[in-house]
């Protein structure tokens, strides 16, 4: 094992072994090399005459650019915030900034028990590198019935990984905190578990109220009394379109300091959150009570990203950064968040329809961009083909019984249509 490797594992033993023995044995090998990265990042402090470190090229004093491409961005971004690689972790700034955010967005949060978030390819990739870090073969993830597909491919396919799911709701149409807890209980013998949270959840667009969620970190907190070491995968999406009776911050906060044997890892960003789904900016922020687990997670969070990817996209880093500073964003933030509010509200008004009744109930929605008809004797699969096929309408079949609605890509105006469409399809097959 690389001796800098080493390094860090002592580091993280010294403060909380528990911590190093929820690293996979992938994420106990890993660290960041001090090769060209970070000669050139010294030589960018020190060499004042000549600097011939990094491989890119300059002209002029600065990175050597086709002007065709910079008259795209105009003269209000630079080139050196545009051309040049961006360090493997991020910019500086935007980590800085994000942290900010953050802490504003979650008061109760402590700024001393979370690293500054490293930036990430957007969340698939955050959601990778946990993966990576945390996850060997047969490592149980404990999710929701309902949730985004593509965990699989991160955690089963890549990494091994076994699913373990529950219930999302219990018979009160409320967050399952029974069904977590059983889940969580069969997987006692485990030397450790992900328990993977996403709110507001996706599919459904649910996300605990603050009874609910108290209730869940309790849950985690007794396992973990009882000597199970738990990774607590935040996946913080759609974070921030809150509706009505949910917790208002993430469940980051309330399980960044909850035991010694519970790691909190939140992976967010402005993908979802400001609307900037093609330039893939996300976050991972680890939380501890020890700055040096803090900045051995750090390390080994860089190397995963160095041995990858490399590092980001410097523009769109530059572009959110720009976004996030900007006296226009907490305008238009409000903005687009009463208009989505407004497509959620006129979904529960359009669903509220009795005619509605015989051909589906609905999973109760309070936040994010989604909604799911639990269907009544009628294959979601085949109603979604249906719907296709007959009236142009697009929906996504979850299972057999489940289809989702994205009534944040739909006009409030038009959503009444939508759904009276979609009942004529469930009416067809019903025939």
């Not at 209000?76 to 980590?95: C, H, N, T, V, W």
């Not at 015989?358 to 929605?365: A, E, I, V």
Request: negative net charge; glycine residues 6%; charged residues 25%.
């Amino acid at each position: 094992m690389n001796e800098l490797a080493q390094a860090l594992n002592k580091s993280i033993q010294a403060d909380n072994e528990y911590v190093y023995d929820m690293l996979s044995q992938l994420g106990k090998e890993m660290f960041y090399p001090k090769g060209i990265l970070s000669q050139s990042a010294e030589a960018g402090k020190k060499a004042h005459r000549f600097n011939a470190t990094i491989g890119i090229a300059t002209e002029n004093n600065q990175p050597m650019h086709f002007q065709h491409i910079q008259n795209m961005f105009g003269e209000e971004i630079s080139p050196k915030d545009l051309f040049p690689y961006a360090p493997p972790q991020g910019k500086e700034e935007l980590r800085n900034v994000w942290k900010k955010k953050i802490l504003e967005d979650n008061p109760s949060l402590k700024e001393e028990l979370i690293g500054t978030p490293v930036v990430t390819n957007a969340l698939t990739h955050g959601l990778s590198i946990v993966a990576d870090l945390f996850a060997d073969e047969g490592t149980p993830v404990i999710l929701p019935d309902k949730y985004w597909g593509n965990y699989n491919i991160t955690f089963k396919t890549r990494r091994g990984a076994t699913t373990v799911t529950y219930p999302l709701f219990n018979s009160s149409n409320g967050f399952n905190v029974a069904g977590l807890k059983e889940a969580i209980q069969a997987q006692k013998t485990a030397d450790k578990i992900i328990v993977l949270l996403n709110f507001p959840n996706n599919p459904t667009g649910y996300t605990p109220v603050e009874a609910e969620a108290k209730e869940i970190v309790n849950v985690l907190k007794e396992a973990a009394e009882e000597g199970l070491n738990i990774i607590a995968l935040i996946d913080d999406a759609y974070f921030g379109l809150f509706y009505e009776d949910s917790i208002k911050e993430s469940i980051f906060s309330y399980l960044a300091d909850a035991h010694p044997r519970i790691l909190a890892v939140k992976v967010d960003g402005a993908t979802k959150e400001n609307y900037v789904w093609g330039f893939r900016v996300g976050f991972i922020t680890y939380a501890s009570n020890s700055p040096a687990i803090l900045n051995a997670l750090e390390q080994k969070t860089k190397g995963i990203i160095r041995g990858t990817i490399s590092s980001g996209s410097h523009p769109s880093q530059t572009i959110i950064l720009q976004s996030l500073q900007s006296n226009e964003f907490p305008v238009e933030k409000e903005q687009k968040f009463a208009l989505m509010k407004s497509r959620a509200d006129k979904t529960k008004e359009v669903l509220a329809k009795e005619e509605y009744n015989k051909y589906w109930t609905y999973y109760p929605f309070n936040s994010g961009y989604f909604m799911c008809l639990k269907l009544h004797n009628i294959n979601a699969e085949e109603l979604r083909v249906h719907l296709l096929d007959k009236y142009g309408v697009g929906t996504i079949s979850i299972n057999t019984t489940d289809l989702r609605i994205a009534f944040s890509c739909v006009e409030a105006s038009d959503i009444e249509e939508l759904f009276d469409l979609i009942a004529k399809g469930a009416e067809d097959l019903q025939k």
